[in-house]
């Protein structure tokens, strides 16, 4: 079974709404990454942190924000939700100097905005 | 155009079929190329990576990229039904910090 665990699974929330979701990463990883995976499609790049510093950011705009704590566990926001941000949120976590070879993923967490 | 694409499938094979995944890419940066195995509800699972041309093989599974062409691909020998899945391909620049998945594409294997 994965180290890294998000919560919560699903989550339903209407339009204009704020979310939070969350993720513990696997012991040892300080980097931890987000990727939106809308239904059919494959994960998109959000952003990533490194030592509690955002370290790289996709094509997403400014209403998407994260933190990560000295635990190494991590969060994602997004205000102001709209229909298209319905997806499936997954959280990646790896070891120093490995980036995105190293990379263990969460189950994800379904988020639906109606 | 995406800077990834994949064959969307489904690909539907017999078990015990052997099945070709294939991938083209458009960003000359990219160094290492990944092979997630994702099933359904699930988060995608690493099932290879190799850097820059070559092959690679681990058990039933070969890894091989042409790097002049921009073309990856995915072998599975002797395919079982527990190998249905979506398959993604992830290259990643240099940095390794970052992957561009393709859009993934769905195998079922059927008994």
């Known amino acids: 079974e994965t180290g890294v665990t998000q919560s919560p699974t699903h989550l339903i929330k209407t339009r204009g709404q704020q979310v939070t979701l969350r993720c513990s990463s696997q012991?040892?990883?300080?980097?931890v990454s987000w990727y939106q995976q809308a239904l059919g499609q494959g994960p998109q790049f959000i952003f990533q942190?490194?030592?509690?510093?955002?370290?790289g950011r996709g094509n997403f705009p400014p209403r998407f924000s994260g933190l990560q704590f000295p635990n190494y566990s991590s969060e994602l926001n997004v205000n102001a939700l709209e229909l298209d941000d319905s997806a499936l949120y997954l959280c990646?976590?790896?070891?120093?100097?490995?980036?995105?070879?190293?990379?263990?993923f969460g189950s994800g967490t379904r988020l639906t905005v109606v | 155009q995406k800077e990834v694409e994949q064959d969307p499938g489904p690909l539907s094979v017999p078990e015990g079929a052997i099945v070709s995944l294939n991938c083209t890419y458009s960003n000359s940066a990219f160094q290492y190329f990944m092979w997630y195995r994702q099933y359904s509800r699930k988060g995608p699972e690493l099932l290879m990576y190799?850097?820059?041309?070559g092959n690679k093989e681990d058990g039933r599974f070969t890894a091989q990229v042409d790097k002049s062409s921009k073309y990856i691909s995915l072998f599975i020998r002797d395919s079982q039904p527990s190998d249905s899945a979506t398959y993604l391909c992830?290259?990643?620049?240099?940095?390794?910090?970052?992957?561009?998945f393709g859009g993934g594409t769905r195998l079922m294997v059927k008994p």
């Open positions: 942190y490194y030592r509690e510093e955002e370290n």
């Open positions: 012991s040892g990883h300080n980097t």
């Open positions: 990646a976590s790896s070891f120093p100097g490995q980036g995105a070879r190293g990379y263990t």
């Open positions: 992830a290259p990643s620049n240099n940095a390794g910090n970052m992957l561009t």
């Open positions: 190799t850097y820059s041309s």
